[in-house]
């Protein structure tokens, strides 16, 4: 783990999307952190010490999705599903499905196996997951404070955790979308998802994708008090318990120059307590 020195942080921003409005001046206390989000071989720990079953392991409840195919309601996530071509980027559900069977241990769906991947950050973990993962790990999850003023690694008041450009002088310093989304991935570095964590620099504290690869969950729950209402984005089935979302930071893979430039520390979106996606993790944290 890594120490993050607390103190006097401002967080937000007032420069891209309007939920990450206003500025505020928090103040947080020293934080040990992941150095990387927690990986499929450290959930599979877990899974094998506890017996823990996943949220996308079980069926959704019908009284959360009134309305819906039945046949739908079955153990699966939220799957990301390259286009053929360009699509209508105000409709996420042209690159988002309800993949049957998808869950930590089958990234991909059925047939798929987090044995290949097993230093890539785990996902199709909803809240309750990472909750049940951090208790069992004898932690916590960030709050959205301590963890945005972890992602700065000590820049304040930069646009990236790394200062005002995406990618200085050529360089890419985290694992985003590379190409024309959702339809085509360029990316030089091969990772056209998920990447082993730790691939990228880390930040000035030290601390590995806090910026792209997959979402994080923190501990904040979800409200407009930062401003509106986020804007559509990421997609991904949120719930329909409105009441009961919590804040995830840090981007995805997912995140474009063309659509969602949400790979910034202030960034932030609000994902329903059991919602589970192919772009969804976490870290955890020690308070001293």
Not at 10 to 23: D, F, K, N, Q, R
Not at 243 to 269: E, M, N, W
Request: charged residues 20%; negative net charge; aromatic residues 12%.
């Amino acid at each position: 783990m890594v120490l993050v020195p607390g103190g006097t942080a401002v967080i937000g921003s007032t420069s891209w999307y309007a939920e990450e409005a206003p500025l505020r001046t928090v103040e947080v206390g020293d934080v040990w952190f992941d150095r990387v989000p927690v990986t499929n071989a450290d959930f599979a720990r877990f899974v094998e010490d506890t017996g823990h079953v996943t949220v996308a392991e079980t069926a959704p409840d019908a009284a959360d999705f009134p309305g819906a195919d039945p046949a739908l309601l079955v153990p699966g996530s939220q799957l990301f599903t390259q286009t053929d071509g360009p699509v209508h980027l105000g409709d996420w559900t042209q690159w988002w499905r309800w993949q049957p069977g998808a869950c930590w241990r089958a990234p991909d769906g059925p047939g798929s196996t987090w044995e290949d991947r097993e230093d890539h950050p785990v996902v199709h973990v909803g809240w309750e997951d990472a909750t049940a993962y951090a208790a069992w790990a004898g932690k916590d999850l960030a709050s959205e404070a301590e963890w945005e003023h972890a992602a700065r690694g000590g820049l304040a008041g930069r646009d990236f955790a790394w200062g005002d450009e995406l990618n200085p002088g050529g360089s890419r310093l985290a694992n985003t979308w590379v190409g024309p989304f959702p339809w085509r991935s360029d990316d030089p570095d091969g990772h056209h998802r998920t990447s082993p964590v730790g691939s990228y620099p880390a930040n000035g504290y030290g601390l590995a994708d806090m910026i792209g690869n997959v979402w994080e969950w923190t501990s904040t729950r979800w409200t407009d008090d930062h401003g509106t209402s986020p804007s559509p984005c990421c997609g991904g089935g949120s719930s329909l318990r409105e009441t009961d979302r919590f804040v995830t930071k840090g981007g995805s893979h997912l995140c474009s120059p063309h659509y969602c430039q949400r790979y910034r520390p202030a960034a932030r979106q609000g994902h329903g307590v059991r919602d589970t996606t192919s772009h969804v993790g976490f870290r955890c944290v020690l308070r001293p």
